[in-house]
């Protein structure tokens, strides 16, 4: 064990033992004390770490657990940052809360805080999607704003994630500046619990109403639902907070066939019929895979517990349903937003769209093919959100998202947005079908005009301290000694993203990259290859994001090509000694 006695974690234990406790936290840490050594030691060696997104831990009494304790201090000190930015007067903030154990606890208790330090505080009545909190905070004016969730992590998980005044996730300077507010709070007794009801306003439908009135503006094609409004769709929300708005934006939208699983329609923070509550995971989309097999349903989709991300099922031209991973949905929403807005001629010029450094760059080609611009961002939709306000009132964001299942339609929120990318793939099901096609052979169309990409993900995980030791060994022989050739493919360009600098090997030029600092490295390969490698920022592990390409010189060639494109990404796996 690292650096701090079993002593020392005894006495911090038994400091929990105190007053300001409630009975409930005494028990459990009493307990520990007595029956629980190796639980204690995790639950009181380190701090549960506030950082730039918030909390995100395991449920339980202790300075490294989600508690009321832990998510106190970080509600003290983010109503403490944003006095010392704002002055005391006037304040506001909207809470949200999902489906997970405790997150209503958790967010009344965050409410409560809030009141007490004089802020008025919109509250939802009852679990919300994630997108809705973003929303609210800019339609009520609201100085901040907190979801508790944990997203798609196992049951045991909670999570706290802070927002600022445009809707956005806090990013730099108010990120590390909430931070050091948050680490000034040295005690339970500095946190104000003591609910002033007055200040608390229970929000609901009327707000409901007034996303969806947004979402459906995101429509292209209205007459073309009006058509096929009996597209089959079956929708899971995995037990999580979809099932209060999704199924309400289809309707809106004009489906009628909407066909729920109703076993995973039960708000459930335990997640009963699925592995993982992910719509990343195969697993998670398997009941509703099935239940659209028994009723002939055309298109299945998924979001998680929070309704931020949206996994899809289509058939292939088998007949048999697949899913698309994340890169494949964003290329179809986003050539749908942009086919549209052409066909329709709504462009005005100053639009644009976004995508993540390690997302696909076919997003780059279809962007180009309609002259439109695009910009890379790092993971994560709160440089979106950046992006989208340091525009705003020059330039028009039309959409955007990330690999990892992320996707933002329009303006009015400021986060990724499963309810209107659920409405709109839903669209472009029913448009491809008014062509006579599948959303899988529109795939095939798109890739056939712009390159076949296909991407692949490894996460190779290392716990613990030697693990991160070696995490970092690897980033910095990537960094100090990068490979001339990968699978015999020379190296054309790097970016390092931690030096912010762009080296075109064959020119020797270096171009400064116009980002953050941040632990990515990226090569280029010769032949096209992209590989993005990224240590984890919540996990004990290293990401390697492989994109190849070609062309598909037509769809009936699909299979045999991606069998191509498959072999050279696990040729340079092999190459790289990752498996």
């Not at 995980?461 to 980033?475: C, S």
């Amino acid at each position: 064990m690292s650096m701090i006695s079993i002593d020392a974690i005894r006495k911090k234990a038994e400091s929990w033992l105190g007053e300001e406790f409630n009975d409930e936290t005494r028990r459990e840490v009493r307990y520990l004390l007595e029956n629980d050594e190796k639980k204690l030691i995790d639950a009181f060696y380190q701090d549960l770490e506030f950082g730039t997104g918030g909390l995100r831990g395991i449920m339980g009494a202790g300075i490294n657990r989600m508690n009321i304790y832990t998510l106190g201090m970080a509600t003290q000190g983010l109503a403490n940052y944003i006095i010392k930015q704002c002055g005391s007067i006037g304040l506001k903030v909207a809470i949200a809360y999902d489906c997970r154990n405790n997150s209503k606890y958790f967010g009344e208790t965050t409410a409560d805080i809030f009141s007490a330090n004089g802020f008025e505080v919109y509250l939802f009545e009852s679990l919300r999607p994630t997108p809705e909190l973003s929303f609210a905070i800019r339609h009520y004016n609201c100085h901040t704003g907190v979801v508790i969730t944990a997203s798609h992590n196992p049951p045991e998980y909670n999570g706290y994630k802070a927002y600022w005044n445009d809707g956005g996730q806090v990013v730099a300077p108010h990120d590390t500046g909430i931070i050091e507010e948050v680490r000034k709070i040295k005690s339970v007794s500095d946190i104000k619990f003591e609910r002033k009801s007055e200040k608390i306003i229970l929000i609901g439908k009327e707000t409901d109403d007034l996303f969806l009135h947004e979402v459906l503006k995101m429509s292209i094609n209205p007459g073309v639902i009006k058509k096929f409004s009996d597209l089959g769709i079956v929708y899971t929300p995995i037990h999580g907070t979809g099932v209060k708005l999704v199924p309400p934006a289809l309707k809106m939208f004009g489906f009628s066939n909407i066909i729920s699983v109703p076993e995973q329609d039960i708000s459930d923070g335990n997640f009963p019929t699925v592995k993982s509550p992910n719509p990343e995971e195969p697993d998670a989309l398997r009941m509703a895979i099935e239940k659209a097999i028994e009723t002939g349903a055309e298109l299945v989709m998924a979001t998680d517990p929070d309704a931020d991300r949206l996994g899809i099922a289509v058939k292939n031209n088998k007949g048999e349903f697949i899913l698309l991973n994340g890169n494949q949905t964003g290329v179809i929403l986003i050539w749908y937003i942009l086919s549209q807005y052409s066909e329709r001629k709504k462009y005005k010029g100053n639009e644009y769209i976004i995508k993540t450094i390690v997302t696909t760059d076919l997003l780059e080609r279809i962007a180009e093919g309609y002259n439109v611009e695009y910009f890379n961002v790092l993971t994560g939709f709160k440089f979106f959100a950046e992006l989208i306000r340091e525009n705003e009132g020059r330039k028009k964001y039309i959409g955007g998202g990330e690999e990892s299942y992320g996707f933002l339609p329009g303006e009015y929120v400021r986060d990724k947005d499963a309810v209107a990318s659920c409405a709109l793939a839903a669209e472009a099901a029913a448009w491809a079908k008014s062509n006579g096609k599948s959303l899988f052979e529109l795939l095939l169309d798109i890739y056939v005009k712009y390159g076949f990409y296909k991407e692949k993900l490894i996460n190779i995980v290392r716990k613990g301290k030697e693990g991160a030791d070696e995490i970092k060994a690897m980033m910095t022989g990537y960094r100090n000694s990068p490979p001339e050739k990968i699978n015999n493919n020379r190296v054309i360009k790097i970016n390092d993203y931690e030096k912010q600098i762009s080296h075109d090997i064959l020119s020797g030029n270096k171009t400064a990259i116009d980002l953050i600092k941040s632990d990515v490295l990226q090569f280029f390969l010769e032949d096209g290859t992209k590989i993005s490698i990224r240590p984890s920022g919540t996990e004990p592990k290293i990401k390697f994001y492989f994109s190849v390409n070609t062309k598909l010189s037509s769809p009936e060639m699909f299979d045999e090509t991606e069998k191509i494109l498959d072999g050279r990404i696990s040729d340079i796996v092999r190459d790289m000694k990752l498996l």
